[in-house]
């Protein structure tokens, strides 16, 4: 019922730049919480930044000063300008968002998550 798409991963070099992006669609009344979540290899998936429908945010410790998350609310699409990039950055980034359905019999709320983006910073 929700697909979120993810796109804007790739290779770049430590000290370079990326923008990922992620777009919602579906039976979509509206989205509260949109992220960006993130897993290297060997190590559990750890959020790195989160934005609420008013634009609050909240940031790792690891990324903080480095990289800015930011949506389009009437696109229902998130963003993670990352900056500075590091070698430690390198994982597959996956899109994640509470979001409130239209059901035939009312509203539901569920949580949905993206296929995942590459995202490798060499040295």
């Known amino acids: 019922q929700v697909q979120l798409v993810e796109s804007g991963g790739g290779l770049v070099q430590a000290g370079g730049s990326l923008r990922l992006s992620c777009a919602a669609s579906?039976?979509?009344?509206?989205?509260?919480?949109m992220g960006w979540y993130r897993q290297a290899p060997g190590k559990q998936r750890e959020s790195v930044a989160g934005?609420?429908?008013?634009?609050?945010?909240n940031y790792a410790d690891s990324v903080k000063g480095r990289f800015t998350i930011s949506r389009d609310n009437a696109k229902n699409t998130v963003y993670l300008q990352m900056n500075s990039l590091k070698p430690e950055d390198t994982a597959v980034y996956y899109c994640?968002?509470?979001?409130?359905?239209?059901?035939?019999?009312?509203?539901?709320?569920?949580?949905?998550w993206g296929q995942g983006t590459q995202v490798t910073v060499s040295s």
């Open positions: 934005i609420t429908s008013s634009g609050s945010t």
């Open positions: 994640n968002a509470d979001v409130v359905i239209n059901m035939s019999w009312g509203r539901k709320s569920s949580s949905y």
């Open positions: 579906g039976s979509i009344f509206n989205i509260n919480v």
